[in-house]
Structures are given as C-alpha cells and as structure tokens.
C-alpha cells in the first residue's frame, strides 16, 4: 500500500543541520495497523510527515498505491491525498469553525462537490458519535471528543490509510481506551490501513498488527505482533479493571 524507499530528512535552524530522519525503506502492508515507537526526538513524526508529503524527503521515494508522490506536480499530489487521512496529538481542529464547519472544511479542501457534501458530514459524524455536536464549537468539547472531530475530518474524503500522529497523548487512559476502539473500528469495519506514531508501549500492545522501532532517526526494528486473541473490538475497562490490570502486570517477575 505505501512504500517508503530510503527516504531521508534533514533539518537546518539556525545554521545547524540536523538529521531528522536518515535513509528509511519500510513497507506498510494494506489492511493492518502499523505502530512507529521510540523516544522522543527519534524522528517518528517527521517519518510520518513524509508518508504523505507534508514533509518533503530530501532524498528517496515515497509510493502509495504504486504511484510516486514524490514525483507528482501539487494538483495531483493533492488528488492522490484525499486518500490519506491525518490525525494529530493536538487535534488541529479550526477553533473559529464548529464541529459541522471543521469536517466541512476538510470535504472543501478535498474539492467534493457541494451537493455531497451535507450527506457525507452527517455519515462521518455518526461515525464518531459526535452527530448531537455538529453546531458546538471545539472549545467547548473534551479532549476526546476534539480527537473524535479530528477523526471524523481525516474521514471525510473516504481515506484508505489513515495516518495518527500521537493521537492519544493529549488524552487520559479512559478516553485513550475510547479512542483506541474507535482505531480499532475504522480499521475492521471500514478496512482503512492505519499507521500510527506512538511512544506509549501500550498503544502498540493494544491495537496495532506490525510495528516499526525508531532511534535516532532510523528504523532499528519491524516486527509482527501476534494476533490477539479478543479479535473482536476490546470491551470499555472500567477504573478498577485498569489499576488492577497494570498492578498485575507490574507484579510479575
Ligand atoms: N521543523 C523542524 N525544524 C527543525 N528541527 C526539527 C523540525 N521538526 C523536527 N525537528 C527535529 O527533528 C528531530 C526529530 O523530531 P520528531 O518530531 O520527528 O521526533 P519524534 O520521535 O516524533 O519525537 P516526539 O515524540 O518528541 O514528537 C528532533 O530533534 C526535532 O527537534
């Protein structure tokens, strides 16, 4: 689905280069949710900010669906886009724009035409089970919530992968288990190919399928994780199944 080929980075600020990302090749297969782990400042979001070019690689090639971005003019980098959905730590939502407007917003960028527009706003609202919150503005939601409108925009063009940029850090472990369902969801019942940076183990453990190591700036280990055995979508914990659950797990040897 998406091909990374020795794809690199590098960063100038004030007079300094610095070495973001160092020649990367990766395969990210169609279907599964891929986790990218590491410590901070090991280069994981600048990788997935060159999955769909909103960094520029300085050398390599990035393939989706077997077409080169890296070699498209911007209309037609744009077109090939709509296809790749984005979220992000801090949501990124329009503050100035209600929830309608913000996923609106995306469908004006992605050029669907006016007549489909309402329709797909109130399917992808419903999605996220955020349709009783079209008019607020994101000020007045939660954290979880904002994700879920930053969710519902990266779908509104449809996507078939699904790019998540620490998507459950600004978040509490309750909402992070909400939100990871809602992952989970997207990937099982829409068949959208999600990769998702993360530097929390837990995010990996939980939803993802494969998962890409990083350390200063290069991928040191991918491996496959093995299926689970709750393939289903994971049952709400409450607090005490929580505490308890990590108290255990801390306990054995
Ligand atoms: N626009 C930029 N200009 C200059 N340096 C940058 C820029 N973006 C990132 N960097 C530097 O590149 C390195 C990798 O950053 P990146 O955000 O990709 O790491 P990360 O693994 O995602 O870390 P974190 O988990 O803290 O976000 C860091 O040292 C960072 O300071």
Do not use: W
Request: aromatic share 4%; proline share 4%.
């Amino acid at each position: 689905m998406l091909s990374l080929q020795e794809v690199s980075k590098t960063y100038t600020a004030q007079g300094q280069t610095f070495r973001a990302v160092l020649p990367v090749s990766m395969e990210i297969e169609t279907g599964g949710i891929h986790g990218i782990i590491g410590t901070s400042g090991a280069g994981k979001s600048t990788l997935l900010r060159l999955m769909n070019l909103l960094e520029r690689p300085d050398t390599g090639k990035v393939l989706f669906e077997g077409r080169d971005l890296t070699a498209m003019g911007e209309r037609e980098l744009r077109e090939a886009r709509r296809s790749i959905g984005m979220i992000f730590q801090q949501f990124n939502l329009v503050h100035n724009r209600t929830v309608h407007g913000n996923v609106a917003s995306a469908l004006e960028l992605a050029r669907t035409p006016k007549r489909d527009r309402e329709r797909r706003i109130g399917e992808v609202l419903e999605f996220v089970g955020l349709q009783d919150k079209a008019g607020q503005y994101p000020a007045r939601l939660s954290g979880g919530q904002k994700q879920r409108v930053g969710i519902a925009r990266a779908l509104a063009s449809s996507p078939r992968l699904l790019l998540c940029d620490e998507p459950t850090s600004a978040l509490d472990p309750q909402t992070t288990e909400d939100l990871l369902n809602v992952l989970l969801h997207i990937n099982r019942t829409l068949g959208v190919t999600i990769v998702v940076v993360t530097h929390e183990m837990e995010v990996v453990r939980q939803i993802c399928t494969s998962v890409s190591v990083m350390e200063m700036g290069e991928v040191v280990d991918t491996f496959a994780l093995p299926k689970r055995a709750d393939e289903g979508i994971r049952p709400k914990l409450t607090y005490r199944e929580q505490i308890l659950g990590t108290v255990r797990e801390e306990e054995t040897p």
